[in-house]
């Protein structure tokens, strides 16, 4: 079975802008007639908020969405929290490994910091320059020099060479050179955790998702993610979509770190979850504003075609 899904982050309360990609992705599946699936993507321990999963799960039933797979209602293709797929994650990166397709990357953060600011680095992210393959072709005796020196190396996916192209239906088609634009990318970090990149991967392959609904700030992750869905002969997703982030008020990008932007302090103020459902919905122009709306009453008239394009603020 085709399946979408939704997969947040427990690190904190879901806000606005997360519960209306939520929304999106639960109007894509159940309108393309595919299984929605649940997943926590809580591989990263030490950001992970106690009690923040259930608080996820409660906010989107509270706002009348279901799913058909998840952390709280299981299925045939689990388990849905990250951290209990490590073992899958395992043996993707043994496979990767096997077929010399990564290797272990020594580089501090303090160099790679230098490597951000050097001039042939302007105009690229800070967060994310291009990694020029300084461990790529070490030999064997200088890596043994640097963990003899207690360095422990992450481990880097060589990227290919050439064009990656997709289409996403909102942002059209899109074409990358990982190897010039990021370089190769980091699989499994030095304390031991497996990336996002190579996680989110493993888990929509084998959960057989086909459809990405996400939010744009993971364009950027797309045409890396098909390289390792290639190196690990994965079928590619059919359909892409990333939908445009929400604003606050001031139009800054809602965070979660802002605790007001999350359902509490709007049910604590009286807000129905049919009123926040027509919001949500009409802030990226799938319902008329001002109207409470069902989960179910937007999924009856909804027409991809209708979502804007570029940020939008949430009005309640």
Request: charged share 20%.
């Amino acid at each position: 079975m085709r399946h979408g899904r939704y997969a947040p982050s427990p690190t904190g309360v879901l806000h606005l802008g997360n519960l209306r990609t939520a929304l999106l992705a639960w109007l894509f599946a159940r309108s393309s007639g595919r299984a929605f699936t649940l997943r926590a993507e809580d591989l990263d321990r030490l950001r992970v908020r106690p009690g923040a999963t259930s608080h996820m799960l409660a906010d989107l039933r509270w706002l009348g969405l279901d799913w058909d797979e998840g952390p709280d209602v299981g299925g045939p293709l689990g388990p849905y929290f990250q951290s209990q797929r490590e073992a899958l994650y395992a043996a993707a990166f043994a496979r990767l490994r096997a077929a010399s397709l990564v290797y272990p990357c020594y580089c501090a953060r303090s160099e790679l910091a230098r490597i951000a600011s050097a001039p042939q680095q302007e105009g690229r992210s800070e967060s994310s320059p291009r990694y020029p393959g300084t461990c790529r072709d070490l030999t064997p005796a200088q890596r043994a020099k640097r963990e003899a020196a207690g360095r422990r190396p992450s481990w880097r996916f060589r990227a290919p060479e050439g064009e990656i192209a997709f289409t996403d239906l909102l942002h059209g088609k899109i074409s990358e050179n990982v190897a010039a634009t990021v370089g190769d990318f980091i699989v499994c970090r030095s304390d031991g955790v497996f990336a996002y990149q190579l996680a989110v991967v493993v888990d929509d392959a084998l959960m057989g998702v086909d459809q990405i609904v996400r939010g744009d700030d993971l364009l950027g992750s797309t045409a890396r993610q098909l390289a390792l869905y290639d190196a690990l002969c994965y079928p590619h997703p059919v359909k892409y979509t990333h939908v445009p982030l929400a604003l606050d008020a001031t139009g800054a990008r809602l965070a979660k770190r802002d605790v007001a932007t999350g359902l509490d302090a709007l049910t604590a103020a009286g807000s129905t979850a049919e009123e926040i459902v027509g919001a949500l919905a009409a802030s990226c122009n799938l319902w008329p504003e001002g109207t409470p709306a069902t989960p179910a009453q937007v999924l009856a008239v909804f027409d991809p075609a209708k979502i804007l394009r570029t940020p939008s603020a949430i009005s309640l």
